[in-house]
């Protein structure tokens, strides 16, 4: 299984960006897939996920601020990120084969650096 992250990039306060994984190698139907990041000197964080329904799920952080979808034909999974803010300044990665909404995650992208200036 590979997943290869695109899009991070440096952007100011209140700007958008959308983030890709493209994934190969994986079978999407059974298990949870999504996005986590890392800020410097925090813990790793989940902040969408699909569950193996196609349902998604948000940390309280970001709701009404990011959307996360997947095109399947594609096997790919994008974070529209809106409104950013500074505190949303990290290391993105997408996960898959997750065993819970945040939780058990098997494989990892090697993440795209995200910088919101204010």
């Known amino acids: 299984v590979q997943l290869v992250e695109s899009g991070g990039g440096s952007v100011q306060s209140g700007g958008s960006l959308r983030l890709s994984c493209a994934a190969s190698g994986y079978t999407a139907s059974m298990y949870y897939i999504g996005w986590f990041r890392q800020a410097p000197g925090k813990e790793r964080e989940g902040v969408a996920t699909f569950d193996s329904d196609g349902r998604a799920t948000y940390a309280d952080s970001v709701k009404g601020r990011f959307t996360v979808s997947q095109d399947n034909a594609k096997n790919t999974l994008y974070l529209q990120m809106n409104s950013l803010k500074s505190e949303d300044t990290a290391m993105y990665s997408c996960?898959?084969?997750?065993?819970?909404?945040?939780?058990?995650?098997?494989?990892w992208g090697q993440g795209t650096q995200v910088t919101v200036s204010s």
């Open positions: 996960a898959a084969g997750g065993l819970g909404y945040f939780v058990g995650y098997r494989y």
